[in-house]
Nanobody
Framework: QVQLVESGGGLVQAGGSLRLSCTASGRAVRSVGWFRQAPGKEREFVAHIHWSGSSAYHANSVKGRFAISRDNDENSVSLQMNSLKPEDAAVYSC??????????????WGWGKGTLVTVSS
């Protein structure tokens, strides 16, 4: 069984950067997605990366500012977030992709508990 643990969240000023990590234990990480959920809002797709690292997808709202990457030696997936905006504030969670629409949370499982990102204006 695999467990995912997110880390790297925190408080940052608008325009700043954070790097989130999603580390898997139990077995090798496969294709992984990052999602976020702000208070009172639905869970939102952020980014996805194929297990080989050969392809990645980013939501339009973060394209050009966020970048997903993976380190298979470390069994982890990272999300580099630059030029953060107040609207990026949310709990960010990673999960394992099982097939289907990469932007739909129903095709993911093994959710971590998430890491909180707060962006001050």
């Amino acid at each position: 069984q695999v467990q995912l643990v997110e880390s790297g969240g925190g408080l940052v000023q608008a325009g700043g950067s954070l790097r989130l990590s999603c580390t898997a234990s139990g077995r090798a990480v496969r294709s992984v997605g990052w999602f976020r959920q702000a208070p009172g809002k639905e869970r939102e797709f952020v980014a996805h990366i194929h297990w080989s690292g050969s392809s990645a997808y980013h939501a339009n709202s973060v394209k050009g500012r966020f970048a997903i990457s993976r380190d298979n030696d470390e069994n982890s997936v990272s999300l580099q977030m630059n030029s953060l905006k107040p609207e990026d504030a949310a709990v960010y969670s990673c999960s394992i992709y099982s097939g289907g629409d990469v932007g739909d949370a129903i095709y993911y499982w093994g959710w971590g508990k998430g890491t909180l990102v707060t962006v001050s204006s």
